[in-house]
């Protein structure tokens, strides 16, 4: 069953602990992305992919961290820098996408609820 | 990338009325896409727009790209309470740039 798979599916990080979110797709897909979503926030971008060994920052990047060393895995680490990280976290992939303005469409993970103790 | 407005953020209705949420840009879009997220879940994409003045039909659902490309539109015809959830634009760049959203409650 080809899909997205994020675990674990809640978290909960203790003062000055990073952790890692994981991220792991079947569907061949070259791009990935990691969004943070906050109540009445919308989706917003952390990191995002486009093929393997390489990475950007999206519009909240501080206080994260990805590796992408798989095509088929993406990892997020959460860093003790990240002094708000209570929030829903989605993965996504997508077909590589053909230049800028012509995304193709997301797939994405159930998500992971990670919340500070 | 190329942000997007959504309007109203929240909207409450009897099931059977219509509703509309509304997505604008300041910009030249040269695509949109739509998702919906139900309660307690992922967003599952809808449909992209891409020509100017486009509209297309899902059952009950229809969506509107502006003549201009700056404005799109998801209407929904008589909703039904499986139509809860949060609906989002998300207009192009290196990655999607997604609205806030617009919250539909539908009460029996």
């Known amino acids: 069953d080809g899909g997205i798979t994020q675990s674990p599916k809640y978290l909960f990080r203790k003062e000055g602990q990073n952790v890692t979110l994981s991220c792991e797709q079947n569907l061949n897909h070259d791009a990935m992305y990691w969004y943070r979503q906050d109540p009445g926030q919308g989706l917003r971008l952390i990191y995002y992919?486009?093929?393997?060994?390489?990475?950007q920052k999206g519009d909240i990047a501080e206080g994260y961290s990805v590796s992408r060393e798989k095509k088929e895995s993406f990892p997020l680490t959460v860093t003790s820098a990240q002094k708000n990280p209570t929030a829903f976290y989605l993965c996504?992939?997508?077909?590589?996408?053909?230049?800028?303005?012509?995304?193709?469409?997301?797939?994405f993970g159930s998500g992971t609820q990670l919340s500070v103790l | 990338g190329q942000q997007v407005m959504q309007i109203p953020q929240y909207q409450h209705v009897q099931e059977g009325e219509d509703f509309t949420t509304y997505c604008n840009s300041s910009t030249t879009l040269s695509n949109i896409q739509w998702y919906k997220q139900r309660p307690g879940g992922h967003p599952v994409f809808l449909i992209q727009l891409v020509k100017s003045g486009e509209v297309k039909k899902q059952k009950r659902l229809t969506f509107q790209f502006g003549e201009a490309k700056k404005n799109s539109s998801l209407h929904i015809t008589a909703t039904q309470t499986t139509d809860v959830g949060t609906y989002f634009c998300a207009g192009p760049g290196y990655a999607l740039n997604f609205g806030k959203g617009t919250s539909l409650l539908v009460t029996p």
């Open positions: 996504a992939s997508s077909r590589q996408n053909r230049g800028a303005g012509t995304n193709e469409k997301l797939f």
């Open positions: 992919s486009q093929i393997v060994n390489d990475f």
